[in-house]
């Protein structure tokens, strides 16, 4: 996924980190067939409200 947004063989060190954080959560906010087009945040989200809702902390 990386090579949408930079070729193979680049250099990263001519992007600064701000660019590079840019295009991290770019592709990790993107959402994701295997989870029915969610993206892995929401399916965390999800995980968490059913764990919490199991143990009965949900009120």
């Known amino acids: ?3 949408q947004y930079l070729p193979k063989g ?3 060190s001519v992007y600064s980190q701000a660019e590079l954080d840019q295009i991290a959560l770019s592709l990790n906010t993107r959402p ?3 989870h029915q087009f969610r993206t892995p945040l929401e399916v965390y989200n999800d995980h ?3 764990a919490e809702a199991e143990a009965g902390t949900i009120h």
């Open 10 to 12: 680049t250099d990263l």
């Open 1 to 3: 996924l990386l090579r």
């Open 32 to 34: 994701r067939k295997r």
């Open 48 to 50: 968490l409200r059913l």
